[in-house]
């Protein structure tokens, strides 16, 4: 990192941004509303962003919900892991920030101990879909990105339910939709 002397003040340039670490905000809030794993409800998910030139990003995002139902009898588990990686555009070339298209795969692997018809068999997940969002970086990295999305996720073997997401995508019969995400993290 260099200076740069402008009318008598020394000014430290900025350093680029190549990395963003984000979460989802709204999954915290869900943690805290059901009182997290003792509620028995937790769900997380974290997101890297990599930023390749100033058009293109590459995203990864993992995640992990976690319910327990004690009123059922026997008692109901639901455990599902997500593995979403993303081509993120933008084509204001911003680099990380702003306005961007992505488009996404997910795969992801659902257990739940209560469906009669699967027992404790695991449920394969695979879909694709895009994503449109907004992201703000401040001078001290801090980021807040919010963004709305539609895809679709097959479960393999089919189900006749749909599980619902750790990255808050309501998954049905024509289609998963995320009304709104909104990502809180770092740049660096």
Not at 18 to 41: A, D, E, H, R
Request: glycine share 12%; proline share 4%; aromatic share 18%.
């Amino acid at each position: 990192m260099g200076s740069l002397l402008v009318s008598g003040i020394i000014c430290e340039e900025q350093k680029e941004q190549k990395y963003t670490l984000q979460t989802n905000s709204l999954n915290f809030l869900y943690n805290i509303i059901f009182l997290g794993i003792p509620g028995g409800y937790f769900q997380i998910d974290l997101e890297g962003q990599y930023k390749i030139n100033e058009i293109v990003n590459m995203s990864l995002t993992t995640g992990y919900l976690y319910r327990h139902y004690p009123n059922y009898e026997p008692h109901y588990y639901v455990n599902h892991f997500l593995l979403k990686p993303m081509f993120i555009f933008r084509l204001n070339k911003t680099g990380l920030k702003g306005f961007y298209l992505g488009i996404y795969s997910n795969m992801g692997l659902y257990t739940d101990t209560h469906m009669k018809q699967y027992g404790d068999k695991a449920v394969f997940l695979l879909g694709a879909g895009f994503d449109a969002g907004y992201k703000w970086i401040y001078k001290n990295g801090f980021t807040i990105q919010l963004s709305t999305g539609f895809g679709k996720t097959l479960c393999f073997p089919e189900a006749n339910y749909y599980p619902t997401s750790p990255d808050l995508r309501f998954l049905g019969n024509y289609g998963d939709l995320q009304i709104i995400n909104l990502k809180l993290g770092y740049s660096f």
